[in-house]
């Protein structure tokens, strides 16, 4: 129904809750970890014929509801959409082994891997959307999910408070976008991607504007671009750690996906000409993370500065909107989703160790647990953009694509060089924080603390090799996301499969 | 194009590479003379693989190893290159790697984490090398910040003083000079659409000279951080003070040179009509940076603080014999990058014996050593007398050649100086060796002993290499004199 990776996902997400009884009642533990760890399992392999399919069709149609109803409710999946969620189904798998220890003291186990499962299950489905009504609906599932694994642990007042912020400005996004939806469905008369190229990538209106303007705030505040990012300092450290690792790598790349998706095919970059505009968001969201992060004096919220910064990176590379400007762009979202979730998997395991979040009493624990304290190394410097690790290499693609504009249009030199600037400025906190964790002598709490359990380190250690790895071959990886840019800017052979 | 020549330059760089986790996971076991040994071992063999190249470059030819296809959409190729510039320097780099890694065996027995501490040193000599060694810009790039990470753990991690504040303020100042330059390379893809050095010359040439003057720009800030030019040097004295002396060694004698290599390789090389509009004012740069540097050092009671300033001081002759843009002053900075490396390789080599032995850095608190320690007084007055410019040792091979390059180019003011700049070096030299090994020895100093003689035996090679540079200069002028020649010749036809 709607396609194998998805089914999977829901399939394991609806009967995460009946194993969890089952392995309650008949006392067997870890039965409804394995479960969820064989879900995303099964659902990656089950990805990979898609992606062979394809990889040599290009685009594929799929009518989920059947094809009576046309040009609504189906899929329409081509290599980007495959690319962001390959990556989303990868950092799910490693997030829910992690989990297995992670998790291991808290309770209601069956929600929080059905949540997960279905969270995954939404984000997958937002990219392989080919109309906004099934945009919206897994878009809705993705967000309610993650509102409540935010949440999760309700017994404190943080998470509480962090969650119900969240639910009151992703809700409002939502409703930003359910308004522009409803405003080009009043327009164009379907709801389909591709007849509204059709309508609108031609002709610019005042009510193509407003929804234009509408939909870059609804899918804004998911992505938490600066001014719609203050959900995301508070949001990303009240969660579970693991969670945090989603939603900082992951879930706020959908709305970098929405952005793409919509600002590339509908309301195209010749008619509508948002390049400064965006150009302009990018650099703020970019300089706020940056700042912010300097000054704080807790891990995670740090880390949550941090990724608003390197939205600002990414958004810049759609502000250029050439093949070089998103394929940079693309390649950013998966090396900050690998050396995000890296890091926020780290904090996690500091916290587990230490029992503080707090810079200060963490003082040095990198050199009790080695194997962390490397890998938050690794973590920090592939996203400070110092070669030979990942970050470097999609950065530089960044900045190229920038000064390419540049020498057409010279405004882009300006942001180009403010870009570097604030390479440079990040640079100053993950430098502090490597020096804090693994250079100063062990705090009282972080003296205390013991190598993380090894499902934890496996994840940790599979992802900073592979930040080493992309770094130092990254052909492989570029390929891909240049494939996938590619098929954004194809935008002939994605509408000819709807409109004949 | 992606036929695949050799792997000798390659394995030098990879075999550090991988040798380094198994330095860090094996530390253990090994112990430390063990790993020491073990690094020492690869940064041999790794030192034997880039002399392969010896018969091919002597003959003036350009051995270029390809390994095919890296990043496909920029067309970037993995290339190594050596011709008669990155040869000899990649040699010096290497084995002063290796003779600091044998120094580190007895030098860092008091010091915790050693494991970690060689694998850090292949990483950063791993790096060096790359930087020499790249074909195209964004290796070079890469490497340049390779050498960076490594070497800022070594200061932070076990530096001396406030360890911490020092490596953060080196990371800073040479990644934002590296930003600089990553701006430079981005800007010269934008415009020429190639990182490929070999390329580039010819495609830059139609470039319009505006745009070449702000690319040249961006990249001479980056190589004048890293030579640390005056205004921009203020790193290098606490960086290289407060560094565990292998790594002052290291530092000192080879890092800083991979910006005056660049600054050959690519500010004069791509640039060469931007290079002759700017050489004067560059020159004199390198003459404040030369005077600058040397009265530091005069002040200084400190003696690393007092070799890393007379670095600086150093770093302004090879500026200046390069900005004279004739093969004579050209090939003479080159030389002095290979003559200040072992030098000041052995300079510092010798303050860490004192320190050693004696526990003692400031120079007024130590005395009459001589008698204690004669080997490291015949050493240091090696180093010195080379570094000051003195027949026969290699330091005056390489200065006569960059004041006569000063002079040829017209210049005849600032050579001047640069000669009287001579005299301060001799006197804060003279200054240190007659605090330290002459006159009356401390009550606390009685017991002094020479070092460990694996501690000695870095240090007496390189004395005899200062010797041996300097009597027989011709040899390994036969090959860096070319490389001057080759340089000097795009700019005559710019």
């Known amino acids: 129904m709607f396609t194998w990776p998805i089914n999977l996902l829901v399939i394991f997400a609806v009967t995460t809750p009946l194993i969890y009884m089952l392995s309650v009642k008949a006392n067997i533990k870890k039965l409804v970890d394995a479960w969820a760890v064989i879900g995303f399992i099964l659902s990656a392999i089950s990805f990979y014929p898609l992606y062979l399919k394809v990889s040599s069709e290009k685009v594929l149609v799929h009518y989920w509801a059947g094809t009576q109803f046309r040009g609504v409710a189906l899929f329409e999946i081509d290599m980007l959409s495959i690319y962001m969620a390959g990556l989303f ?32 299950s939404g984000m997958v489905g937002v990219t392989f959307a080919g109309d906004f009504f099934t945009l919206f609906i897994f878009w809705e599932v993705m967000c309610l999910t993650s509102y409540v694994l935010v949440a999760f642990r309700r017994e404190q007042w943080e998470p509480i408070e962090a969650g119900f912020k969240y639910l009151v400005m992703s809700s409002a996004g939502s409703a930003t976008m359910l308004f522009a939806m409803s405003i080009l469905y009043g327009v164009v008369g379907s709801l389909n991607f591709a007849y509204m190229h059709k309508a609108l990538s031609e002709s610019v209106t005042p009510w193509s504007m407003i929804s234009l303007a509408l939909i870059v705030v609804g899918f804004g505040v998911k992505a938490a671009m ?61 300089t706020t993370g940056n700042l912010m992060a300097l000054l704080q004096s807790d891990l995670k919220r740090l880390l949550a500065f941090s990724s608003i910064g390197h939205i600002g990176y990414i958004i810049f590379g759609l502000s250029v909107a050439t093949v070089y400007g998103l394929t940079g762009s693309l390649f950013h979202i998966l090396n900050h989703a690998l050396g995000k979730a890296l890091l926020f998997l780290c904090s996690g395991a500091f916290l587990l160790a230490a029992g503080t979040r707090d810079l200060n009493q963490l003082a040095g624990i990198g050199r009790k647990m080695k194997i962390t304290g490397f890998t938050f190394i690794v973590g ?70 013991k190598e993380a359990p090894k499902p934890m380190l496996f994840s940790m250690v599979l992802i900073a090799i592979l930040c080493i790895l992309i770094g130092i071959y990254p052909g492989p990886f570029v390929n891909l996301a240049y494939q996938a840019a590619q098929s954004v800017l194809n935008i002939e052979s994605f509408i000819k499969l709807i409109i004949h | 194009m992606t ?191 190639t ?66 290599y660049a600054i050959v390789r690519m500010s004069i090389t791509l640039f060469p009509s931007e290079s002759v509009k700017v050489s004067y004012g560059l020159s004199v740069l390198a003459v404040i940076t030369m005077l600058w540097g040397g009265f530091m050092a005069l002040a200084q009671t400190d003696i690393k603080r007092l070799l890393a300033y007379s670095s600086v001081s150093q770093v302004g002759y090879i500026l200046f014999g390069l900005m004279s843009l004739n093969s004579l002053g050209v090939g003479g900075g080159l030389f002095h990058i290979v003559n200040h490396g072992v030098a000041k390789g052995l300079l510092f080599m010798c303050a860490g014996a004192i320190i050693y032995s004696t526990g003692v850095r400031d120079i007024n608190k130590l005395g009459g050593l001589a008698s204690k320690m004669p080997l490291t007084a015949v050493a240091t007055l090696c180093g010195a007398l080379s570094i000051a410019g003195t027949p026969p040792f290699g330091g005056f091979a390489s200065e006569w050649m960059i004041f006569a390059g ?89």
Not at chain 2, 95 to 106: F, K, N, R, T, V
Not at chain 2, 465 to 483: R, S
């Open chain 2, 195 to 260: 990182f490929d050095l070999l390329g580039l010359p010819n495609i830059l040439s139609s470039i319009s000279p505006e745009i070449l003057k702000i690319i040249m720009i961006l990249m001479f800030i980056g190589f004048a951080v890293k030579l640390a030019i005056f205004p921009v040097h203020t790193w290098l004295p606490d960086a290289h003070a407060e560094a565990p002396t292998p790594i002052s060694v290291l530092l000192s004698g080879v890092m800083i040179k991979t910006g005056a």
């Open chain 1, 226 to 286: 600066t001014p719609f990012h203050t959900w995301l300092p508070d949001a990303h450290p009240a969660a579970p750690s693991s969670i945090s690792a989603m939603l900082s790598g992951v879930v706020i790349k959908t709305g970098v996906y929405g952005l793409i998706r919509v600002m590339m095919l509908i309301f195209t970059p010749e008619s509508y000409h948002w390049h400064t505009a965006i150009a302009i968001l990018a650099v703020l969201s970019m």
């Open chain 2, 3 to 193: 036929e695949i020549t050799g792997f000798n330059m390659l394995l030098s760089i990879l075999l550090p590479t991988i040798a380094a986790p198994i330095c860090y996971f094996g530390g253990r076991k090994f112990g430390r003379v063990g790993n020491g040994i073990f690094a020492t071992f690869i940064l041999a063999i790794s030192t034997g693989l880039l002399s392969a190249s010896w018969g091919r470059v002597s003959l003036g030819e350009k051995v270029i190893e390809s390994y095919g296809v890296w990043i496909g959409l920029f067309k970037i190729n993995l290339a190594f290159l050596h011709d008669n510039l990155s040869f000899p320097i990649s040699i010096l780099i290497s084995g002063i790697s290796m003779l600091a890694a044998i120094y580190s065996i007895a030098y860092m027995t008091h010091e915790h984490n050693q494991e970690m501490y060689f694998a850090a040193l292949l990483l950063f000599s791993a790096g060096m090398v790359g930087v020499v060694l790249a074909s195209n810009l964004i290796l070079f790039y890469l490497f340049w910040e390779m050498m960076l990470v490594p070497s800022y753990f070594l200061i932070a991690y076990w530096g001396t003083g406030r360890p911490r504040i020092i490596g953060f303020k080196y990371f800073m100042f040479t990644h934002a000079g590296a930003a600089s330059l990553l701006a430079g390379i981005l800007l010269t893809y934008a415009y020429t659409t």
């Open chain 1, 89 to 120: 189904i990868f950092i799910g798998l490693l997030t829910a082994i992690y989990s297995t220890r992670y998790m291991e003291h808290d309770t209601r186990h069956g929600e929080y891997y059905a949540l997960l499962l279905l969270m995954v």
């Open chain 1, 380 to 449: 920090s410097l592939a996203l400070a953009g110092v070669p030979p690790l990942n970050g470097f290499q999609s950065e530089f693609m960044l900045v190229l694509a920038g000064l390419q504009l540049g020498a057409h249009i010279n405004l882009w030199y300006l942001f180009s060089a403010l870009m570097i600037i604030n390479i440079l400025f990040s640079v100053g906190y993950y430098l502090r924080i490597i020096q804090i964790i693994t250079l100063h002598e062990p705090s009282e709490s972080a003296s205390k603390a």
């Open chain 2, 406 to 494: 000063g002079f040829a180019s017209g210049n005849i003011m600032l050579s001047s100086l640069a000669i009287v700049a001579t005299m301060v070096t001799v006197a804060y030299y003279l200054r240190m060796i007659k605090k330290v090994f002459f006159g009356v020895c401390p009550e606390s100093l009685s017991n002094v002993k020479e070092a460990p003689s694996s501690m000695l035996l870095p240090m007496a090679i390189l004395t005899f290499l200062t010797v041996i540079f300097g009597v027989f200069a011709f040899a390994p002028l036969q090959i860096l004199y070319p490389a001057g020649e080759a340089v000097t010749r795009l700019i005559v036809r710019g």
